[in-house]
């Protein structure tokens, strides 16, 4: 049975299902073989009931196939007794909270990719075309709620048009989501780190009950020593349906910005010089895989 | 005199917000082109093609009721967003 969730809650907090995890994660030995705050992220086999089949923390898929042969025979080696819960594990889901409850069913989400661009400028220096953080793309979702929404958009709209999108949105979007995240994740930007951040909507024409929108922007994000930043500039369109409520029925739009620096985990650490990466901003489907969280939930403040 | 000019014309020249000639053109013509680069490919997302539970205990609770082992995949960040 395939799941995938987020390992820091997992280890760290004291919920029903984090101290499930808990019970099994060190069973074979620390998975990373460090001190006990070291992450615990990785691949295990288990069963229901928590006994541990084996885990590895690797991309290579031969360790990976090799892992589930080894726990599938440890599995029918098990009485069948001891393979599952003794209460239903559907009891304990009630009192499991998550971020994702907080989803937005009636606001908007977006998918955010990054990626890096080409360096074309003479003399660049060319990544290692054999280096896995070469071909690397991330992608984030940035959530806005219903009455976020309503804020985005003017009550009357008329072909020209033209007004910047509420700040503290435009602010939340830039400095969470459009980070340099492309290798893997980074520290977002703190509200007073963000030097520009601005996103002008023009309607373009209104048709059949549907708004078309022009998006234009800039961002200028950077830490106060200035050895890490991020500017940019912002082009798109979207279509907004004009039925109450009004809802987005589509939304694409490019960044494209200079970035430079590094972060702890964003593997930047000998790349730390200024080259361009992009961004494509889009709605996300709401599939059970589309609904997670965004990275940096705790800092939208949601109640 | 002039040095001291020319000095304080640079301090108050502003920096261009974006090093341009870094930086791909970002216009109507070469938007689309941009947004296809960035976004993953079928492949890059064909991962997505198994039958994931987002969340341990989801996968906890539908391997309880068909028995069957958990496979749980856990990374810094949520496997499914940003890691």
Known sequence: MPCADEVWRLQNLDEPDCLHFQSFCDSDGRLNHRDASATRQGTYCVTPSGILLGSANHRDPRRIAELLRTSLAKWNELDPAERLLETDPRETARSIRRAELNYPEDGLVLRVDSRDLPRTWEGAEQPDPDDWRTHAWNFDYAWFRAAEVERLVPAELAIGASWDLPADLVQRLCRLHLTDNVRGQTDHYARDEVRTARITATVTQIEDGVAHLGLEGALHLEIADGSRGLRGTMLGTARLALDAPRTFEAFEAVVVADRWGATRFNQRHDDRDHAPVGFAIHLAGDGPTERIAPTAFWEYGWR | ?83
């Open chain 2, 1 to 83: 005199m002039l040095r001291f000019a020319l000095l304080v014309a640079l301090a108050l020249t502003p920096a261009p917000l974006v090093q341009d000639e870094r930086l791909p053109e970002l216009t109507d013509a070469t938007v689309q082109s941009l947004f296809d680069a960035i976004t993953p490919n079928a492949d890059e997302e064909s991962w997505r093609q198994l039958p994931w539970r987002t969340t341990f205990w989801q996968g906890v609770i539908d391997a309880q009721e068909a028995e069957l082992p958990i496979l749980l995949f856990t990374m810094n960040g949520h496997p499914f967003g940003c890691t």
